[in-house]
C-alpha cells in the first residue's frame, strides 16, 4: 500500500510537471494565483501550519491582515511551483535578467579568492533560481538534499537542480566532510538552514520561541575558515531578489558554545529577511518546538 501511495504520489507531481510546463506562460501563473488564493481559504494540516508560524511572524496582525498575508503565502508559494515545472525551459538570459543581488560581492570576491563559501538561507523566494544564476557565472555551487519519499520524487528533483550545475549530495553522516572538502577546493556550498528538528539541531531564539536550525553552516564556517553568509531570496515582479549579508563567526567558548552563537547570528539575518517580506517565507512545516514537540529520527549513513 505505502509503494502504492508513492507511485500515486509521484505521478501526479510529474504530470504536474508536464502540464504547467505545457500550458501558455501568463495562464500558467494565473493559474497558480488562483490555487494559491483557494487554498487560502481552506484548512489542513500544512495551511494550519502556515498561518500558526505566520501568526508568530506578525503576532499584531488582526484576522483581515492575517487572511491577506495568508493568501500572498500560498500564492507566492504556488508561484514557486510553476517556476519549478517550467524553469527547464528558461533561457540563462532570462534567469540573469530576473535576478537582483545585493551585495554580491561578497560571494563573488570570496571564490575569486579562493576561498570558498558558505550560504545559509531559509525556505523562502525560489531558491533553485539564485543558484542557477550562481551556476550560470560559472560557481562551483554543492548542497544537499533530504531523502524523501516518494523515491522516484526525490530522484527528480536531484536531476532538475544537476541540470542548472549544482552537485546534490544526499543528506547524511557523510555529507559534511564532502562539502568541507569543495570549500577547500574554493567552490560554494549553499545550504537551506532554518529548520532541523532532529537531535543535532541547535535550540536558537526565533520570532520570541525557541526554534530548531541545522547546525551544519556554522560547523563548516568553524572548521574550514570559510567565510559565511545568510541570502534571503523573496520574489519580485519580475523574478527574485537576493540580499546577502555577512556572518561574523563566533570565536570565543568552546566548539559548541560557538556553533551556537554563530546559528544564531544566522536566525537573527532569517528573521530580519522575513519580517521584510514574510510573504516568501514558505514554511508549512513545523519549525518552533514546544507543546506535544517530538524529535525527528536522526539521518543514517
Not at 505521478?11 to 506562460?25: D, H, I, N, T
Not at 532569517?270 to 516568501?280: K, L, Q, T, V, Y
Amino acid at each position: 500500500m505505502s509503494r502504492l501511495v508513492d507511485s500515486v504520489v509521484a505521478g501526479l507531481y510529474f504530470a504536474a510537471w508536464r502540464v504547467v510546463r505545457w500550458l501558455p506562460e501568463k495562464f500558467a501563473y494565473r493559474l497558480s494565483d488562483s490555487i494559491g488564493s483557494a487554498m487560502s481559504k481552506r484548512s489542513g494540516k500544512s495551511i494550519n501550519r502556515l498561518r500558526s508560524n505566520l501568526m508568530r511572524v506578525k503576532p499584531d496582525f488582526t484576522e483581515a491582515q492575517m487572511n491577506s498575508l495568508m493568501e500572498k503565502s500560498l500564492k507566492s508559494y504556488m508561484r514557486y511551483w510553476c517556476d519549478t515545472f517550467r524553469f527547464p525551459d528558461w533561457s540563462r538570459d532570462r534567469i540573469n535578467a530576473t535576478v537582483e543581488v545585493v551585495d554580491e560581492h561578497l560571494l563573488m570576491d570570496a571564490i575569486a579568492s579562493g576561498t570558498g563559501v558558505i550560504v545559509a538561507l531559509p525556505h523562502a523566494g525560489n531558491w533553485d533560481h539564485a543558484g542557477a544564476y550562481f551556476c550560470g557565472k560559472g560557481v562551483k555551487l554543492a548542497t544537499v538534499a533530504e531523502r524523501l519519499k516518494p523515491e522516484l520524487l526525490f530522484r527528480k528533483f536531484v536531476a532538475y537542480r544537476e541540470a542548472m550545475g549544482m552537485e546534490v549530495l544526499a543528506l547524511d553522516s557523510r555529507s559534511i566532510a564532502t562539502l568541507a572538502r569543495r570549500l577547500r577546493e574554493g567552490g560554494l556550498v549553499a545550504l537551506v538552514a532554518d529548520r532541523d528538528l532532529s537531535k543535532t539541531g541547535v535550540s536558537v531564539e526565533f520570532f520570541g520561541g525557541i526554534a530548531r536550525m541545522p547546525a551544519g553552516p556554522a560547523v563548516l564556517a568553524i572548521n574550514t575558515g570559510a567565510p559565511l553568509l545568510t541570502a534571503y531570496v523573496s520574489y519580485t515582479t519580475r523574478g527574485i531578489h537576493i540580499h546577502f549579508q555577512s556572518i561574523a563567526v563566533s570565536e570565543a567558548g568552546t566548539q559548541q558554545e560557538r556553533v551556537q552563537e554563530t546559528v544564531q547570528r544566522c536566525a537573527n539575518n532569517f528573521a530580519n529577511g522575513i519580517a521584510e517580506h514574510p510573504e516568501d517565507w514558505h514554511m508549512l512545516q513545523r519549525i518552533w518546538v514546544d507543546q506535544d514537540f517530538k524529535e525527528r529520527v536522526d539521518v543514517q549513513s
